[in-house]
Protein backbone atom coordinates (compact mmCIF):
# COMPACT_ATOMS: atom_id res chain seq x y z
CA UNK A 1 0.00 0.00 0.00
CA UNK A 2 1.21 3.45 -1.10
CA UNK A 3 0.66 6.55 0.74
CA UNK A 4 -0.86 7.65 -2.20
CA UNK A 5 -3.98 5.63 -1.87
CA UNK A 6 -6.83 7.61 -1.89
CA UNK A 7 -5.55 9.49 -5.39
CA UNK A 8 -7.32 8.10 -8.12
CA UNK A 9 -5.80 5.54 -10.18
CA UNK A 10 -5.62 4.37 -13.70
CA UNK A 11 -7.11 0.72 -13.87
CA UNK A 12 -7.44 0.25 -10.30
CA UNK A 13 -9.29 -3.36 -9.74
CA UNK A 14 -13.23 -2.86 -7.89
CA UNK A 15 -14.51 -5.04 -5.75
CA UNK A 16 -17.82 -3.03 -5.73
CA UNK A 17 -19.36 -5.45 -2.92
CA UNK A 18 -16.15 -5.67 -0.72
CA UNK A 19 -15.21 -1.91 -1.28
CA UNK A 20 -18.34 -0.83 0.68
CA UNK A 21 -17.69 -3.00 3.78
CA UNK A 22 -14.30 -2.34 3.88
CA UNK A 23 -14.75 1.09 6.27
CA UNK A 24 -16.87 -0.67 9.02
CA UNK A 25 -14.31 -3.28 9.10
CA UNK A 26 -12.57 -0.77 11.91
CA UNK A 27 -15.64 -0.07 13.95
CA UNK A 28 -16.75 -4.11 13.86
CA UNK A 29 -13.42 -4.93 15.41
CA UNK A 30 -13.86 -2.15 18.43
CA UNK A 31 -16.85 -3.00 19.10
CA UNK A 32 -16.34 -7.08 18.94
CA UNK A 33 -13.09 -6.18 21.38
CA UNK A 34 -14.86 -3.94 23.21
CA UNK A 35 -17.66 -6.88 23.99
CA UNK A 36 -14.50 -9.28 24.93
CA UNK A 37 -13.15 -6.67 27.20
CA UNK A 38 -16.41 -6.07 28.86
CA UNK A 39 -17.15 -10.01 29.04
CA UNK A 40 -14.01 -11.21 30.01
CA UNK A 41 -14.36 -8.83 33.36
CA UNK A 42 -11.09 -7.06 31.92
CA UNK A 43 -13.04 -3.55 32.10
CA UNK A 44 -15.73 -3.26 34.97
CA UNK A 45 -19.14 -2.60 33.90
CA UNK A 46 -19.13 0.53 36.19
CA UNK A 47 -16.23 2.00 33.89
CA UNK A 48 -17.87 0.88 30.52
CA UNK A 49 -21.05 -1.12 29.97
CA UNK A 50 -20.92 -3.87 27.37
CA UNK A 51 -21.72 -3.13 24.06
CA UNK A 52 -24.58 -6.08 24.58
CA UNK A 53 -25.80 -3.85 27.75
CA UNK A 54 -26.02 -0.12 25.92
CA UNK A 55 -27.78 -2.38 23.05
CA UNK A 56 -30.50 -3.27 25.83
CA UNK A 57 -30.33 -0.03 27.75
CA UNK A 58 -31.28 1.28 23.87
CA UNK A 59 -34.07 -0.98 23.81
CA UNK A 60 -35.61 0.03 26.52
CA UNK A 61 -35.54 3.30 26.27
CA UNK A 62 -36.85 2.61 22.63
CA UNK A 63 -40.06 0.70 24.01
CA UNK A 64 -40.51 3.79 26.43
CA UNK A 65 -40.65 6.16 23.84
CA UNK A 66 -38.54 8.21 25.70
CA UNK A 67 -35.60 8.03 22.93
CA UNK A 68 -37.39 8.90 19.94
CA UNK A 69 -38.41 11.53 21.89
CA UNK A 70 -35.45 12.58 22.74
CA UNK A 71 -33.61 12.59 19.57
CA UNK A 72 -36.34 14.14 18.02
CA UNK A 73 -35.98 17.02 19.93
CA UNK A 74 -31.83 17.16 19.35
CA UNK A 75 -32.81 16.45 15.52
CA UNK A 76 -35.42 19.51 15.58
CA UNK A 77 -33.18 22.12 17.05
CA UNK A 78 -30.06 20.60 15.44
CA UNK A 79 -31.87 21.18 12.00
CA UNK A 80 -34.00 24.70 13.23
CA UNK A 81 -30.24 25.85 14.42
CA UNK A 82 -28.75 25.19 11.29
CA UNK A 83 -31.50 26.54 9.28
CA UNK A 84 -31.43 29.63 10.75
CA UNK A 85 -27.97 30.42 11.13
CA UNK A 86 -27.01 28.67 7.97
CA UNK A 87 -29.29 30.96 5.79
CA UNK A 88 -28.44 34.08 7.24
CA UNK A 89 -24.68 33.24 6.99
CA UNK A 90 -25.27 32.03 3.18
CA UNK A 91 -26.97 35.19 2.66
CA UNK A 92 -24.22 37.50 3.89
CA UNK A 93 -21.89 35.21 1.79
CA UNK A 94 -23.52 35.94 -0.89
CA UNK A 95 -24.27 40.14 -0.43
CA UNK A 96 -20.99 40.41 0.51
CA UNK A 97 -19.12 38.30 -2.08
CA UNK A 98 -21.17 40.32 -4.72
CA UNK A 99 -21.63 43.63 -3.51
CA UNK A 100 -18.59 45.85 -2.73
CA UNK A 101 -21.10 48.30 -0.28
CA UNK A 102 -22.21 45.59 1.44
CA UNK A 103 -18.73 43.77 1.96
CA UNK A 104 -17.44 47.11 3.07
CA UNK A 105 -20.32 48.00 5.72
CA UNK A 106 -20.35 44.35 7.50
CA UNK A 107 -17.45 42.15 7.06
CA UNK A 108 -15.19 43.61 9.02
CA UNK A 109 -18.00 43.68 11.72
CA UNK A 110 -18.72 40.55 10.97
CA UNK A 111 -14.91 39.44 11.45
CA UNK A 112 -14.83 40.77 14.81
CA UNK A 113 -17.45 38.71 16.10
CA UNK A 114 -16.57 35.72 14.26
CA UNK A 115 -13.11 35.78 16.80
CA UNK A 116 -15.34 35.33 19.92
CA UNK A 117 -15.91 31.42 20.42
CA UNK A 118 -19.62 30.91 20.00
CA UNK A 119 -19.66 28.53 23.39
CA UNK A 120 -18.19 31.51 25.75
CA UNK A 121 -21.02 32.84 25.35
CA UNK A 122 -23.25 30.24 27.30
CA UNK A 123 -23.34 32.10 30.50
CA UNK A 124 -24.87 35.27 28.98
CA UNK A 125 -27.12 33.29 26.74
CA UNK A 126 -28.57 31.38 29.65
CA UNK A 127 -28.91 34.70 31.20
CA UNK A 128 -30.69 35.97 27.84
CA UNK A 129 -33.02 33.19 27.00
CA UNK A 130 -32.76 30.68 30.54
CA UNK A 131 -32.81 27.37 29.82
CA UNK A 132 -35.41 27.76 26.69
CA UNK A 133 -35.49 26.67 22.91
CA UNK A 134 -34.44 29.78 21.71
CA UNK A 135 -31.07 29.41 23.98
CA UNK A 136 -30.00 26.20 22.02
CA UNK A 137 -30.93 27.26 18.97
CA UNK A 138 -29.68 30.61 19.35
CA UNK A 139 -26.29 28.92 19.91
CA UNK A 140 -25.98 26.58 16.99
CA UNK A 141 -27.21 29.82 14.68
CA UNK A 142 -24.83 31.01 15.76
CA UNK A 143 -21.96 28.16 15.36
CA UNK A 144 -23.08 27.35 12.08
CA UNK A 145 -22.90 30.76 10.89
CA UNK A 146 -19.48 31.76 10.72
CA UNK A 147 -18.39 28.46 8.73
CA UNK A 148 -21.67 29.07 5.92
CA UNK A 149 -20.67 32.51 5.70
CA UNK A 150 -16.74 32.74 5.10
CA UNK A 151 -16.77 29.52 3.16
CA UNK A 152 -19.71 30.89 0.76
CA UNK A 153 -17.79 34.66 0.54
CA UNK A 154 -14.30 32.76 -0.24
CA UNK A 155 -16.47 30.48 -2.86
CA UNK A 156 -18.02 34.00 -4.47
CA UNK A 157 -15.05 35.48 -4.46
CA UNK A 158 -12.55 33.17 -5.86
CA UNK A 159 -14.42 32.52 -9.08
CA UNK A 160 -11.84 32.33 -12.16
CA UNK A 161 -12.78 36.27 -12.97
CA UNK A 162 -11.94 35.14 -16.57
CA UNK A 163 -15.15 33.13 -16.96
CA UNK A 164 -17.23 36.00 -15.03
CA UNK A 165 -15.34 38.17 -17.81
CA UNK A 166 -16.33 35.05 -20.78
CA UNK A 167 -20.15 35.15 -19.37
CA UNK A 168 -20.13 39.12 -19.65
CA UNK A 169 -18.73 38.74 -23.32
CA UNK A 170 -21.45 36.46 -24.23
CA UNK A 171 -24.33 38.82 -22.89
CA UNK A 172 -25.16 37.07 -19.55
CA UNK A 173 -27.54 39.27 -17.72
CA UNK A 174 -26.58 39.65 -13.92
CA UNK A 175 -28.56 37.03 -12.71
CA UNK A 176 -27.66 34.89 -15.33
CA UNK A 177 -24.37 34.91 -14.49
CA UNK A 178 -24.85 34.32 -11.11
CA UNK A 179 -26.61 31.11 -12.09
CA UNK A 180 -24.53 29.75 -14.79
CA UNK A 181 -20.74 30.87 -13.23
CA UNK A 182 -20.66 32.44 -9.95
CA UNK A 183 -23.03 30.14 -8.23
CA UNK A 184 -21.89 26.69 -9.42
CA UNK A 185 -17.82 28.57 -9.41
CA UNK A 186 -18.90 29.12 -5.86
CA UNK A 187 -20.08 25.78 -4.62
CA UNK A 188 -17.64 23.31 -3.70
CA UNK A 189 -16.51 26.22 -1.60
CA UNK A 190 -19.89 26.32 -0.08
CA UNK A 191 -19.89 22.29 0.28
CA UNK A 192 -16.86 22.79 2.90
CA UNK A 193 -18.25 25.36 5.01
CA UNK A 194 -21.55 23.07 5.22
CA UNK A 195 -19.36 19.80 6.22
CA UNK A 196 -18.06 22.12 8.68
CA UNK A 197 -20.98 23.66 9.72
CA UNK A 198 -22.74 20.10 10.34
CA UNK A 199 -20.01 19.44 12.84
CA UNK A 200 -20.11 22.48 15.29
CA UNK A 201 -23.75 22.25 14.86
CA UNK A 202 -23.71 18.80 16.84
CA UNK A 203 -20.67 20.06 18.83
CA UNK A 204 -22.89 23.03 19.63
CA UNK A 205 -25.58 20.93 20.73
CA UNK A 206 -24.23 18.63 22.73
CA UNK A 207 -23.01 21.27 24.90
CA UNK A 208 -25.90 23.08 25.04
CA UNK A 209 -27.79 20.20 26.14
CA UNK A 210 -26.06 19.56 28.59
CA UNK A 211 -25.46 22.35 29.90
CA UNK A 212 -29.00 23.86 29.89
CA UNK A 213 -32.06 21.47 28.83
CA UNK A 214 -34.75 20.01 30.03
CA UNK A 215 -34.65 17.40 26.59
CA UNK A 216 -32.63 16.20 24.11
CA UNK A 217 -30.16 13.42 24.25
CA UNK A 218 -27.51 15.54 25.42
CA UNK A 219 -30.27 16.06 28.39
CA UNK A 220 -30.82 12.38 28.03
CA UNK A 221 -27.38 11.70 29.17
CA UNK A 222 -27.33 14.73 32.11
CA UNK A 223 -29.73 12.84 33.66
CA UNK A 224 -28.48 9.03 33.18
CA UNK A 225 -25.29 10.43 35.07
CA UNK A 226 -27.34 11.85 37.90
CA UNK A 227 -28.37 8.09 38.32
CA UNK A 228 -25.50 6.66 37.50
CA UNK A 229 -26.71 5.20 34.70
CA UNK A 230 -23.46 4.30 32.20
CA UNK A 231 -25.32 2.25 29.96
CA UNK A 232 -27.29 5.31 28.48
CA UNK A 233 -24.33 7.90 28.67
CA UNK A 234 -22.31 5.72 26.49
CA UNK A 235 -25.54 5.62 24.07
CA UNK A 236 -26.58 8.68 23.86
CA UNK A 237 -22.52 9.46 22.96
CA UNK A 238 -23.19 6.62 20.12
CA UNK A 239 -25.98 8.02 19.25
CA UNK A 240 -24.61 12.01 18.19
CA UNK A 241 -21.50 9.55 16.72
CA UNK A 242 -24.40 8.58 14.43
CA UNK A 243 -26.32 11.11 13.85
CA UNK A 244 -23.13 13.34 13.19
CA UNK A 245 -21.78 10.59 10.62
CA UNK A 246 -25.55 10.66 9.30
CA UNK A 247 -25.46 14.49 8.51
CA UNK A 248 -22.18 13.86 7.20
CA UNK A 249 -23.23 11.13 4.34
CA UNK A 250 -25.99 13.45 3.23
CA UNK A 251 -24.20 16.73 2.65
CA UNK A 252 -21.64 14.02 0.83
CA UNK A 253 -24.49 12.81 -1.43
CA UNK A 254 -25.43 16.21 -1.57
CA UNK A 255 -22.32 17.42 -3.19
CA UNK A 256 -21.59 14.04 -5.67
CA UNK A 257 -25.10 15.16 -7.01
CA UNK A 258 -24.14 18.39 -7.50
CA UNK A 259 -20.71 18.67 -8.03
CA UNK A 260 -20.65 15.53 -10.83
CA UNK A 261 -18.49 18.18 -13.20
CA UNK A 262 -15.56 18.10 -10.77
CA UNK A 263 -13.09 16.13 -11.76
CA UNK A 264 -12.73 14.79 -8.12
CA UNK A 265 -16.48 13.60 -8.03
CA UNK A 266 -16.08 11.99 -11.31
CA UNK A 267 -16.44 7.92 -11.78
CA UNK A 268 -14.27 6.12 -13.72
CA UNK B 1 -8.95 24.45 -53.24
CA UNK B 2 -10.98 21.13 -52.74
CA UNK B 3 -8.56 19.62 -50.98
CA UNK B 4 -9.24 23.09 -48.02
CA UNK B 5 -12.75 21.60 -48.18
CA UNK B 6 -12.40 17.94 -47.63
CA UNK B 7 -9.72 18.52 -45.07
CA UNK B 8 -10.86 17.13 -41.35
CA UNK B 9 -8.77 18.00 -38.09
CA UNK B 10 -6.46 15.16 -37.62
CA UNK B 11 -8.68 13.80 -34.43
CA UNK B 12 -11.98 14.26 -35.87
CA UNK B 13 -13.75 10.81 -36.82
CA UNK B 14 -14.21 10.42 -40.24
CA UNK B 15 -17.81 12.03 -41.41
CA UNK B 16 -17.69 10.99 -45.20
CA UNK B 17 -21.32 9.85 -44.76
CA UNK B 18 -22.26 13.57 -44.13
CA UNK B 19 -19.85 14.81 -46.55
CA UNK B 20 -22.36 15.66 -49.18
CA UNK B 21 -24.42 17.96 -46.76
CA UNK B 22 -20.98 19.24 -45.27
CA UNK B 23 -20.43 20.44 -49.22
CA UNK B 24 -23.80 21.66 -49.28
CA UNK B 25 -23.32 23.86 -46.80
CA UNK B 26 -20.07 25.29 -47.34
CA UNK B 27 -21.70 26.35 -50.61
CA UNK B 28 -24.78 28.30 -49.40
CA UNK B 29 -21.90 29.39 -46.59
CA UNK B 30 -19.54 30.96 -49.75
CA UNK B 31 -22.52 32.39 -51.46
CA UNK B 32 -23.22 34.70 -48.37
CA UNK B 33 -19.57 34.92 -47.38
CA UNK B 34 -18.87 37.85 -49.17
CA UNK B 35 -22.00 39.88 -47.15
CA UNK B 36 -21.14 37.82 -43.37
CA UNK B 37 -17.80 39.77 -42.86
CA UNK B 38 -17.81 43.00 -41.04
CA UNK B 39 -15.12 45.61 -42.34
CA UNK B 40 -13.65 47.80 -39.52
CA UNK B 41 -12.05 51.68 -39.54
CA UNK B 42 -9.47 52.01 -36.63
CA UNK B 43 -8.50 55.84 -36.28
CA UNK B 44 -6.06 57.35 -34.22
CA UNK B 45 -6.86 54.61 -31.38
CA UNK B 46 -4.97 55.44 -28.02
CA UNK B 47 -4.87 53.33 -24.79
CA UNK B 48 -3.26 54.41 -21.94
CA UNK B 49 -3.04 52.77 -18.11
CA UNK B 50 -2.09 55.52 -15.92
CA UNK B 51 0.53 57.03 -17.10
CA UNK B 52 1.73 53.36 -19.47
CA UNK B 53 0.90 54.87 -22.90
CA UNK B 54 0.70 51.16 -24.15
CA UNK B 55 -1.44 52.27 -27.91
CA UNK B 56 0.07 55.21 -29.34
CA UNK B 57 -2.37 56.14 -32.30
CA UNK B 58 -3.73 53.47 -34.59
CA UNK B 59 -4.80 53.92 -37.94
CA UNK B 60 -6.21 51.12 -39.92
CA UNK B 61 -8.82 50.02 -42.19
CA UNK B 62 -9.44 46.25 -42.19
CA UNK B 63 -12.26 45.60 -44.91
CA UNK B 64 -14.79 43.09 -44.87
CA UNK B 65 -14.12 39.16 -44.66
CA UNK B 66 -10.10 39.71 -44.58
CA UNK B 67 -7.92 37.75 -41.90
CA UNK B 68 -5.23 40.00 -40.42
CA UNK B 69 -2.80 38.74 -37.88
CA UNK B 70 -1.08 40.88 -35.35
CA UNK B 71 2.62 40.01 -34.20
CA UNK B 72 4.37 42.32 -31.94
CA UNK B 73 7.04 41.60 -28.72
CA UNK B 74 5.42 40.75 -25.88
CA UNK B 75 3.65 43.65 -24.08
CA UNK B 76 3.55 45.59 -27.20
CA UNK B 77 -0.20 46.19 -26.34
CA UNK B 78 -1.69 43.21 -28.78
CA UNK B 79 -4.35 41.70 -26.44
CA UNK B 80 -5.07 45.48 -25.94
CA UNK B 81 -5.91 46.77 -28.98
CA UNK B 82 -7.76 43.08 -29.56
CA UNK B 83 -10.00 44.22 -26.00
CA UNK B 84 -10.30 47.34 -27.86
CA UNK B 85 -11.99 45.93 -31.04
CA UNK B 86 -13.94 43.57 -28.88
CA UNK B 87 -15.77 46.56 -26.96
CA UNK B 88 -13.97 45.02 -23.52
CA UNK B 89 -12.26 48.34 -22.52
CA UNK B 90 -12.75 51.77 -23.66
CA UNK B 91 -10.44 53.13 -25.70
CA UNK B 92 -8.51 56.51 -24.08
CA UNK B 93 -9.04 58.35 -27.75
CA UNK B 94 -9.78 57.47 -31.05
CA UNK B 95 -12.90 55.74 -32.63
CA UNK B 96 -13.10 51.87 -33.85
CA UNK B 97 -15.88 51.92 -36.60
CA UNK B 98 -17.68 48.68 -38.10
CA UNK B 99 -19.26 48.90 -41.89
CA UNK B 100 -22.63 48.63 -40.17
CA UNK B 101 -23.66 48.65 -36.77
CA UNK B 102 -22.79 45.08 -34.87
CA UNK B 103 -25.31 43.59 -32.92
CA UNK B 104 -23.67 41.99 -29.32
CA UNK B 105 -23.23 38.49 -31.16
CA UNK B 106 -22.08 40.00 -34.15
CA UNK B 107 -18.01 40.56 -32.75
CA UNK B 108 -16.53 37.26 -31.06
CA UNK B 109 -13.40 36.74 -28.90
CA UNK B 110 -11.21 33.40 -28.45
CA UNK B 111 -9.05 33.87 -25.73
CA UNK B 112 -5.78 31.87 -25.00
CA UNK B 113 -7.53 29.83 -22.50
CA UNK B 114 -10.45 27.91 -23.62
CA UNK B 115 -12.27 29.51 -20.52
CA UNK B 116 -15.01 26.55 -20.87
CA UNK B 117 -17.36 26.86 -17.72
CA UNK B 118 -16.15 23.14 -15.88
CA UNK B 119 -20.05 22.43 -14.88
CA UNK B 120 -21.92 22.37 -18.01
CA UNK B 121 -21.69 19.96 -20.82
CA UNK B 122 -20.14 20.34 -23.89
CA UNK B 123 -22.87 21.39 -25.86
CA UNK B 124 -24.44 24.10 -22.88
CA UNK B 125 -20.92 25.38 -23.09
CA UNK B 126 -21.50 26.11 -26.71
CA UNK B 127 -25.06 27.55 -25.77
CA UNK B 128 -23.71 29.93 -24.28
CA UNK B 129 -22.07 31.06 -27.63
CA UNK B 130 -25.41 32.32 -28.91
CA UNK B 131 -26.13 35.07 -26.48
CA UNK B 132 -29.57 36.46 -26.10
CA UNK B 133 -30.88 33.93 -28.35
CA UNK B 134 -29.91 30.84 -25.80
CA UNK B 135 -33.85 30.54 -25.13
CA UNK B 136 -34.69 30.38 -28.88
CA UNK B 137 -36.44 27.29 -30.07
CA UNK B 138 -33.25 25.98 -32.47
CA UNK B 139 -30.68 26.85 -29.81
CA UNK B 140 -29.70 23.46 -28.67
CA UNK B 141 -29.54 22.42 -32.78
CA UNK B 142 -27.40 25.49 -33.43
CA UNK B 143 -24.92 24.34 -30.96
CA UNK B 144 -25.11 20.65 -32.05
CA UNK B 145 -24.00 22.47 -35.66
CA UNK B 146 -21.30 24.33 -34.63
CA UNK B 147 -19.72 21.63 -32.30
CA UNK B 148 -19.86 19.27 -35.61
CA UNK B 149 -17.84 21.92 -37.44
CA UNK B 150 -15.68 21.94 -35.41
CA UNK B 151 -15.15 17.98 -35.30
CA UNK B 152 -16.20 17.19 -31.92
CA UNK B 153 -20.24 16.36 -32.67
CA UNK B 154 -19.40 12.77 -30.26
CA UNK B 155 -18.29 14.64 -27.28
CA UNK B 156 -21.39 16.55 -26.44
CA UNK B 157 -22.39 15.42 -23.81
CA UNK B 158 -18.89 15.12 -22.19
CA UNK B 159 -17.43 17.41 -19.01
CA UNK B 160 -15.01 19.67 -20.32
CA UNK B 161 -12.25 18.03 -17.65
CA UNK B 162 -12.33 15.20 -19.87
CA UNK B 163 -11.62 16.67 -23.43
CA UNK B 164 -8.00 17.91 -24.17
CA UNK B 165 -6.46 20.85 -24.09
CA UNK B 166 -6.67 21.21 -28.05
CA UNK B 167 -10.20 19.74 -27.79
CA UNK B 168 -11.67 22.37 -25.00
CA UNK B 169 -9.99 25.00 -27.50
CA UNK B 170 -12.40 23.52 -30.15
CA UNK B 171 -15.18 24.00 -28.27
CA UNK B 172 -14.48 27.37 -27.10
CA UNK B 173 -14.35 27.73 -31.10
CA UNK B 174 -17.78 26.28 -31.81
CA UNK B 175 -19.16 28.79 -29.08
CA UNK B 176 -17.47 31.56 -30.59
CA UNK B 177 -18.95 30.79 -33.84
CA UNK B 178 -22.15 29.48 -33.25
CA UNK B 179 -23.66 32.84 -33.02
CA UNK B 180 -22.49 33.28 -36.54
CA UNK B 181 -20.15 36.46 -35.39
CA UNK B 182 -19.35 38.61 -38.22
CA UNK B 183 -15.94 39.53 -36.51
CA UNK B 184 -13.84 37.32 -34.72
CA UNK B 185 -11.02 38.06 -32.74
CA UNK B 186 -8.57 35.13 -31.45
CA UNK B 187 -5.61 36.20 -29.03
CA UNK B 188 -3.26 33.78 -29.01
CA UNK B 189 -5.61 30.88 -29.20
CA UNK B 190 -3.36 28.25 -30.07
CA UNK B 191 -0.73 29.30 -27.87
CA UNK B 192 -0.95 26.59 -25.33
CA UNK B 193 -1.64 23.96 -27.67
CA UNK B 194 1.11 21.47 -28.47
CA UNK B 195 2.90 21.68 -32.07
CA UNK B 196 0.81 18.89 -34.01
CA UNK B 197 -2.62 19.74 -32.36
CA UNK B 198 -1.46 23.54 -33.43
CA UNK B 199 -1.37 22.90 -36.69
CA UNK B 200 -4.72 20.88 -36.98
CA UNK B 201 -6.37 23.55 -35.29
CA UNK B 202 -4.44 26.30 -37.82
CA UNK B 203 -6.33 24.31 -40.17
CA UNK B 204 -9.68 24.24 -38.88
CA UNK B 205 -9.23 27.76 -38.35
CA UNK B 206 -8.60 28.63 -41.59
CA UNK B 207 -11.67 26.42 -42.68
CA UNK B 208 -14.13 28.11 -40.61
CA UNK B 209 -13.01 31.43 -41.70
CA UNK B 210 -13.60 30.14 -45.39
CA UNK B 211 -16.99 28.67 -44.58
CA UNK B 212 -18.08 31.64 -42.24
CA UNK B 213 -16.77 34.49 -44.23
CA UNK B 214 -16.57 36.47 -40.83
CA UNK B 215 -13.39 39.33 -40.54
CA UNK B 216 -10.46 37.67 -38.64
CA UNK B 217 -8.32 39.48 -36.21
CA UNK B 218 -5.55 36.94 -34.80
CA UNK B 219 -3.12 37.75 -32.57
CA UNK B 220 0.13 35.89 -32.16
CA UNK B 221 3.70 35.36 -31.55
CA UNK B 222 3.97 33.16 -33.76
CA UNK B 223 5.04 34.72 -37.25
CA UNK B 224 4.99 31.17 -38.85
CA UNK B 225 1.34 30.74 -38.06
CA UNK B 226 0.41 34.61 -39.07
CA UNK B 227 2.14 33.97 -42.54
CA UNK B 228 0.84 31.05 -43.03
CA UNK B 229 -3.23 32.22 -42.26
CA UNK B 230 -3.33 35.65 -42.64
CA UNK B 231 -3.87 37.93 -45.65
CA UNK B 232 -2.29 40.33 -43.79
CA UNK B 233 0.42 40.89 -41.21
CA UNK B 234 0.65 43.84 -39.20
CA UNK B 235 3.50 44.55 -36.57
CA UNK B 236 2.47 46.42 -33.84
CA UNK B 237 6.11 48.48 -32.44
CA UNK B 238 5.84 51.35 -29.61
CA UNK B 239 2.01 51.47 -29.55
CA UNK B 240 2.02 51.88 -33.35
CA UNK B 241 2.02 49.50 -36.70
CA UNK B 242 5.18 49.30 -37.83
CA UNK B 243 4.84 47.41 -40.68
CA UNK B 244 1.50 46.05 -42.87
CA UNK B 245 2.36 43.13 -44.78
CA UNK B 246 0.03 41.55 -47.29
CA UNK B 247 0.60 38.13 -47.79
CA UNK B 248 -0.59 36.95 -51.52
CA UNK B 249 -0.29 33.88 -51.23
CA UNK B 250 -2.66 31.75 -52.96
CA UNK B 251 -4.42 29.00 -50.20
CA UNK B 252 -4.06 26.42 -49.16
CA UNK B 253 -0.59 27.27 -48.31
CA UNK B 254 2.18 24.52 -47.92
CA UNK B 255 3.86 24.80 -44.94
CA UNK B 256 7.35 25.78 -45.23
CA UNK B 257 6.75 26.66 -48.63
CA UNK B 258 9.89 29.11 -49.89
CA UNK B 259 7.68 32.61 -49.99
CA UNK B 260 6.37 31.76 -46.77
CA UNK B 261 9.48 30.79 -44.97
CA UNK B 262 10.75 34.27 -46.83
CA UNK B 263 7.87 36.75 -45.57
CA UNK B 264 8.57 35.15 -42.03
CA UNK B 265 11.90 35.14 -42.01
CA UNK B 266 11.68 39.59 -43.23
CA UNK B 267 9.08 40.36 -40.52
CA UNK B 268 11.50 38.32 -37.88
CA UNK B 269 14.46 39.92 -38.55
CA UNK B 270 12.20 43.35 -38.38
CA UNK B 271 11.22 41.85 -34.96
CA UNK B 272 14.16 40.86 -33.66
CA UNK B 273 15.59 44.18 -34.66
CA UNK B 274 13.33 46.49 -32.59
CA UNK B 275 14.22 44.62 -29.87
CA UNK B 276 18.18 44.62 -30.16
CA UNK B 277 17.44 48.63 -30.28
CA UNK B 278 15.97 48.88 -26.91
CA UNK B 279 18.17 46.28 -25.33
CA UNK B 280 20.68 48.67 -26.14
CA UNK B 281 18.83 51.73 -25.03
N1 LIG C 1 -5.68 46.24 -17.20
C1 LIG C 1 -4.44 46.75 -17.28
N2 LIG C 1 -4.00 47.62 -16.35
C2 LIG C 1 -2.76 48.15 -16.42
N3 LIG C 1 -1.88 47.87 -17.38
C3 LIG C 1 -2.24 47.02 -18.34
C4 LIG C 1 -3.54 46.40 -18.34
N4 LIG C 1 -3.63 45.59 -19.41
C5 LIG C 1 -2.45 45.68 -20.04
N5 LIG C 1 -1.62 46.53 -19.42
C6 LIG C 1 -0.26 46.88 -19.85
O1 LIG C 1 -0.32 47.16 -21.22
C7 LIG C 1 0.83 46.67 -21.86
C8 LIG C 1 0.42 45.82 -23.02
O2 LIG C 1 -0.25 44.68 -22.56
P1 LIG C 1 -0.87 43.63 -23.55
O3 LIG C 1 -1.48 42.57 -22.72
O4 LIG C 1 -1.72 44.30 -24.53
O5 LIG C 1 0.43 43.07 -24.27
P2 LIG C 1 0.54 41.93 -25.35
O6 LIG C 1 1.12 42.52 -26.55
O7 LIG C 1 -0.75 41.22 -25.49
O8 LIG C 1 1.60 40.98 -24.69
P3 LIG C 1 1.70 39.40 -24.77
O9 LIG C 1 2.21 39.10 -26.11
O10 LIG C 1 2.69 39.04 -23.71
O11 LIG C 1 0.35 38.84 -24.50
C9 LIG C 1 1.64 45.94 -20.82
O12 LIG C 1 2.69 46.79 -20.43
C10 LIG C 1 0.70 45.75 -19.68
O13 LIG C 1 1.38 45.84 -18.47
MG1 LIG D 1 -1.49 39.27 -24.90
Given at each position: MSLIDSLPRVGAP?????????????????????????????VPSRVLPAPTDVALAGWKLLLSGELVRNIWVSFWRASIGFVIGGGIGFAFGLANGLSQLSAK??????????????????????????????????LVALGVFFPIYLNTLHGIRTVDPQLIEMGRIYGMTDGELFRRVIFPGAL?????????????????????ETIAA???????????????????????ILIYALLGKLADSASRALERLTLSWHPAFQKK | MQEALRFQPVDAEPVDHADIVVKARHLRRVAEGAARGLSLTIRGLRKAFGDNEVLRGIDLHIPAGQFVAIVGRSGCGKSTLLRLVAGLDAPTAGSIAFGEQPRAQDVRVMFQEPRLLPWARVL??????????????????????ALVEVGLGDKRDQWPAVLSGGQKQRVALA?????????????????????????SMQQLLERVWRDQGFTAILVTHDVAEAVALADRVLVIEDGRIAEDVTIDLPRPRRRGSAELAALEGAILKHLLEGSEDTSGL
Open positions: KLPKVDGLIPWIVPLAIVLVWQLACVTGFLTDTTLQMVRNIPHLALIPLVILWFGIDESAKLFPSIFVGLRFALGIMWLTLIVASSGLGYMAMQAREFMLIDVVVLS | SNVEVGLGRERSSADAQARAERRALVSQPRVLAFDEPLGALDALTRI
